[in-house]
């Protein structure tokens, strides 16, 4: 059985439909726009956009805050999975999963992550997984039971020293 205690779901990289409970969410265009299944009537959602230093216009993307839950799940999933296409921050969370050694505890895909001050426990072999660019990433002062993985390896320094596994 799958139960997360936490997901966060939008449609990001290569996938662009997002299915969270009874609500569909599909790409029309390269994160300008989605649909959105699921509330009473479909509804199209535009994403805000900025100008860049050079006075181009940009989209930013969709953001998450993740800061001071305590989160707890069993079974075929992590406990927090976070996907958002601009930054995120996961901060003072306290994390665990319990009944399964496969998945990690925390995944987080995002344009930016900011990770910092976490309690990880349980799991499979990783306690936290990242998706994001490593000059997109802090990774700051957590403890968790398992490695914090970076794209699929293990942090390097700074961040190494930064965070302890015990």
Same mark, same amino acid.
């Given at each position: 059985?799958?139960?997360? %205690?936490?997901?966060?779901?939008?449609?990001?990289? @290569?996938?662009?439909?997002?299915?969270?409970?009874?609500?569909?969410?599909?790409?029309?265009?390269?994160?300008?726009?989605?649909? /959105? +299944? =699921?509330? @009473?009537?479909?509804?199209?959602? %535009? %994403?805000? *956009?900025?100008?860049?230093?050079?006075?181009?216009?940009? /989209?930013? =993307?969709?953001?998450?805050?993740?800061?001071? !839950?305590?989160?707890?799940?069993?079974? =075929?999933?992590?406990?927090?999975?976070?996907?958002?296409?601009?930054?995120?921050? +996961?901060?003072?969370?306290?994390?665990?999963?319990?009944?399964?050694?496969?998945?990690?505890?925390?995944?987080?895909?995002?344009?930016?992550?900011?990770?910092?001050?976490?309690?990880?426990?349980?799991?499979?072999?990783?306690?936290?997984?990242?998706?994001?660019?490593?000059?997109?990433?802090?990774?700051?002062? !957590?403890?968790?039971?398992?490695?914090?993985?970076?794209? =699929? *390896?293990?942090?390097?320094?700074?961040? @190494?020293?930064? !965070?302890?596994?015990?």
């Amino acid at each position: 059985m799958q139960w997360l %205690a936490l997901l966060v779901e939008a449609p990001v990289g @290569k996938r662009w439909v997002s299915r969270v409970g009874d609500h569909v969410a599909v790409l029309l265009d390269k994160m300008r726009a989605t649909l /959105v +299944f =699921g509330a @009473k009537r479909p509804y199209v959602v %535009a %994403a805000a *956009t900025e100008l860049d230093a050079s006075g181009v216009v940009v /989209v930013r =993307g969709a953001s998450a805050s993740v800061l001071g !839950n305590v989160l707890a799940a069993r079974g =075929g999933a992590p406990a927090a999975a976070v996907a958002a296409s601009g930054d995120c921050l +996961f901060s003072d969370n306290r994390c665990e999963l319990r009944a399964n050694t496969r998945d990690p505890v925390v995944r987080i895909e995002a344009g930016t992550a900011i990770v910092n001050a976490n309690r990880v426990r349980g799991g499979g072999e990783t306690s936290i997984q990242l998706r994001v660019s490593e000059q997109r990433a802090t990774v700051v002062g !957590n403890i968790t039971s398992g490695p914090i993985l970076l794209n =699929g *390896t293990g942090l390097t320094d700074p961040w @190494k020293a930064l !965070n302890v596994q015990v």
